[in-house]
C-alpha cells in the first residue's frame, strides 16, 4: 500500500450513524483521521436524536477538521442513519465504522488492498469486544469465545476467506449502489440482510483476520439482554424475508431456551430427572466460564456466566417470540432505499 502515491489511491468516504455515543464518539472519529491512509478522507456523521451531548460533541469534530461532516437521521434508526451517510458522502470506497468502534492502525489501508487483490465487493474482520468496566470485560469475553457466539468467525477469528458476512464492512460504492444500500426496515441485522443480497447478485464477502475494531461491549446486564433479545427477533425475519437463510448456527440458542425451560417444567411438574436439560445447560455455561476466564480479575469471572446466560436466552427469546407480522410487513416493503445524493447538511 505505501509503494503506491496517494493519487493512485482510491479516495475512501467513512460512514457512521450515532445515537447517544457521548461516551465513545470523539475516540471513535479520531482513531479514523489517524489512519496512515495516504489517499483522500472524508468522515460522514449521521446525527440521530440524540438525548446526550453527541450532536455537541460532532459539531466540535466538525469545526476542528474540515474532513468531517454531518447528515441528518431523524428517525434514529441504523439503517437509515446509514444510507443518509452514503448519499451524503461521495468516494467511491465506502468504510462502515459505529460511534462505539474504534479502527486499528493500519486498518482503512489494509482494507482498499483486499478490496483490489480479492475483487470483493465487501471486506471486514473481528469484532474485537474490549471492555473498560470489569462487567463489560466479561461481556468481551463472553462476545469472542466459541460457547458465547459459536464458531463466528468476525467475533473468534479464523482463517481469511470468503464469508457470509463480516463487521461493519469495506464496501465499493457501486455495490452498495446497486443493491440500493441498507433495507430500512431492518432495525438489527441489517448487515447480514445486505451481504446476503450482494451473495446472491454474485458478490464475494470477504473475511479478513488482518482486519480489527475494538467493539465496547453494552454497559449492563439490562442493555445486553435488550440488544442480544433484538438480534434474535431480527435474525427470525431475515429467515422469513430471505428462505433458506437458515444457518443452524443462528437455532443453538433458541433450541437451548427451549430445552432448558421444558426441563424446568418437566422437572417440576413430571418427574425430577427432567432437570438433568437446565443443569446440564448449567454446568456447560460454568465450564466454559472457566476456560475463557484465565486472566481475568475475579470480579469478571463471577459476572462471565451471567453474561453467556443473557446473550444466549435474550437471543432465543427474541427468536422464538419474533412475531410473523413483523415479517409481514418487511417482505411488504420496498426494500433498499434508492441511493440518491442527499443535500449537504454539514
Not at 433495507?183 to 464475494?204: K, M, P, S, T, V
Not at 437451548?256 to 426441563?263: D, E, F, Y
Amino acid at each position: 500500500m505505501n509503494t503506491k502515491a496517494a493519487e493512485e489511491l482510491p479516495a475512501v468516504s467513512v460512514i457512521m450513524p450515532v445515537l447517544n455515543e457521548e461516551r465513545h464518539l470523539r475516540t471513535a472519529v479520531r482513531r479514523i483521521l489517524e489512519q496512515d491512509y495516504p489517499g483522500e478522507l472524508e468522515v460522514v456523521i449521521a446525527l440521530g436524536p440524540s438525548t446526550d451531548r453527541t450532536d455537541e460533541i460532532a459539531a466540535e469534530l466538525v469545526a476542528a477538521d474540515p474532513r468531517v461532516r454531518t447528515v441528518p437521521n431523524p428517525t434514529g434508526r441504523t439503517p437509515a442513519g446509514l444510507n443518509a451517510a452514503i448519499r451524503g458522502s461521495s468516494h467511491p470506497v465506502v468504510v462502515r465504522v459505529d460511534g462505539h468502534g474504534l479502527l486499528t492502525p493500519g486498518y482503512i489501508g489494509t482494507a482498499v488492498r483486499l478490496l483490489d487483490e480479492m475483487d470483493a465487493a465487501n471486506v471486514g474482520g473481528i469484532m474485537h469486544a474490549e471492555g473498560e468496566t470489569e462487567w463489560e470485560k466479561a461481556v468481551a469475553a463472553a462476545m469472542t469465545s466459541k460457547i458465547g457466539v459459536g464458531n463466528s468467525a468476525f467475533h473468534t477469528g479464523g482463517l481469511a476467506g470468503p464469508a457470509e458476512t463480516v463487521y461493519l464492512g469495506v464496501f465499493r460504492r457501486e455495490v452498495l449502489e446497486k443493491a440500493g444500500g441498507y433495507n430500512e426496515e431492518f432495525i438489527r441485522a441489517q448487515d447480514w440482510e445486505l451481504n446476503y443480497r450482494i451473495r446472491q447478485d454474485g458478490g464475494l464477502i470477504w473475511f479478513s483476520p488482518q482486519l480489527r475494531v475494538t467493539y465496547r461491549p453494552r454497559p449492563s446486564v439490562r442493555a445486553l439482554a435488550k440488544q442480544y433479545k433484538d438480534y434474535g427477533r431480527w435474525r427470525r425475519v431475515v429467515t422469513r424475508y430471505h428462505r433458506g437463510s437458515v444457518n443452524l448456527r443462528y437455532l443453538a440458542p433458541p433450541v437451548a431456551l427451549t430445552a432448558v425451560v421444558a426441563g424446568l417444567v418437566l422437572g417440576a411438574a413430571v418427574h425430577p430427572a427432567f432437570l438433568a436439560v437446565p443443569f446440564g445447560y448449567l454446568a456447560a455455561i460454568l465450564g466454559g466460564s472457566a476456560l475463557q476466564a484465565r486472566g481475568m480479575s475475579a470480579k469478571a469471572r463471577m459476572q462471565l456466566p451471567v453474561a453467556l446466560v443473557t446473550m444466549h436466552m435474550s437471543w432465543g427469546f427474541g427468536f422464538l417470540t419474533s412475531p410473523r407480522s413483523l415479517a409481514r410487513r418487511v417482505i411488504a416493503s420496498t426494500a433498499p432505499a434508492p441511493m440518491t445524493p442527499a443535500a449537504d447538511n454539514s
